[in-house]
């Protein structure tokens, strides 16, 4: 009988081992679904703070009737100040467009003024930028001034821009397009050439003649 007792203990090891790591796995399967829980969660209070803040914005267009405002597909709301009626041409990746703008919060308050902000260069849809910005600029003609009212989602989101811009702010961006033109156009006018001086060689009635030192001494 002890001829066996090393095998069969082996045996009931693994079956232990084995029943441990079923076990184990099993216990880690509430993780998951509390994850899974979570997001449930997370996904309700993004709505709740979606629909919140169009209600505010809902309210702040009824409350001026006379102002007509339009909604983008992109989920935020503008209107014209100044409209171009002549031209087509709206900004487009490869453009750069020059603009001047403005940040307010939904009660009107200045958050950033257009001198804080001003000159903006942007290299359109290459840099990062508000999103809502990023995507009414290519909506608009050279020289149309137009108001924009971005949810948070649009603007900075959660984190806010970690100085005046606060946590889930919708905004107010008052945008004018001063113009805007290809990167290569764009690029040739900025070029600086670099001119090469060259100087004259010195003649010889340049070059002072040498003297030779008197001797003060036997003089």
């Known amino acids: 009988m002890l001829k066996f007792s090393t095998p069969i203990a082996l045996v009931f090891f693994l079956i ?3 029943s441990s790591c079923k076990q184990h796995q099993e216990a880690r ?26 209600d505010k914005i ?21 209107t014209y100040q100044t409209r171009n009626e002549t031209d087509t041409l709206t900004p487009k990746k490869g453009d750069v467009a020059f603009f ?29 930028i508000m ?3 990023r995507d009414g600029i290519k909506l608009m003609r050279k020289n149309e001034k137009v108001t924009f009212l ?16 606060g946590t889930n702010q919708p905004l107010i961006c008052t945008v004018t397009l001063r113009d805007f033109k290809s990167e290569a156009t764009y690029k ?20 002072p003649p040498t003297s030779t030192p008197k001797d003060t001494i036997n003089q």
């Open 29 to 54: 399967r509430p993780l998951s679904q509390a994850s899974g829980s979570f997001m449930k969660k997370s996904i309700q209070r993004n709505k709740k703070l979606v629909a919140t803040e169009e």
């Open 100 to 128: 001047d703008y403005e940040i307010k919060d939904l009660k009107g308050a200045i958050i950033y003024s257009e001198v804080e902000l001003r000159p903006q260069i942007y290299y359109v849809d290459k840099q990062n």
């Open 188 to 207: 040739k006018e900025n070029e600086t050439p670099v001119k090469t001086v060259v100087l004259p060689a010195p003649s010889k009635q340049q070059v």
């Open 150 to 165: 971005f949810p948070s989602n649009m603007g900075y989101g959660y984190h806010g821009d970690d100085k005046k811009i």
């Open 16 to 18: 232990l081992v084995m």
């Open 58 to 78: 809902e309210a702040l267009i009824k409350s001026d009737p006379k102002i007509k405002y339009l909604a983008s597909k992109k989920g935020y709301w503008y």
């Open 131 to 133: 999103m809502g910005l």
